[in-house]
């Protein structure tokens, strides 16, 4: 079963819509043209020493794209791997296999915080 497939069988179950793009720019389209309250951005760890990753770009990105969460998936465990995740805007960094469970309490708590702080009014 593939990520998509996946994701969205898991965030079902939090009315989360899943949008699946292949390239950077379809998900700074998609993320300006949503029409959604909240949005997350769920994609690949940045590689070491990437400076014009996904991550990089939604944080350069105007508001309120610039403030969308963004959750790193990764198979590294490394420190540094981790540490280039947040070092180029990551949200959260969630090592491969996902734990099903655990990405739906992370995507639960960034919807909550965003539901009550509401940064896109």
């Known amino acids: 079963m593939g990520m998509r497939l996946l994701l969205d069988d898991l965030l079902s179950v939090e009315d ?30 940045p590689p070491v020493g990437a400076k ?14 610039s403030k969308v969460p963004v959750i790193c998936l990764s198979p590294n465990r490394s420190l540094q ?4 995740a947040f070092e ?6 969630v090592e491969l296999p996902v734990n099903l469970p655990n990405l739906a309490q992370i995507v639960h ?13």
């Not at 819509?17 to 760890?45: H, I, Y």
């Not at 791997?81 to 280039?84: E, I, P, Q």
């Not at 180029?88 to 960094?93: F, P, T, V």
């Open 109 to 121: 708590t960034w919807a909550t915080i965003k539901k009550e702080h509401r940064p896109y009014d």
């Open 52 to 65: 014009h990753s996904l991550v990089a770009k939604i944080r350069a990105a105007d508001e309120p794209i």
């Open 81 to 84: 791997d981790r540490a280039v």
């Open 16 to 45: 989360v819509k899943v949008v699946s793009v292949e390239t950077d720019a379809e998900a700074l389209r998609q993320l300006k043209n949503a029409e959604t309250p909240f949005q997350a951005v769920v994609c690949q760890a």
């Open 88 to 93: 180029s805007g990551a949200s959260e960094y």
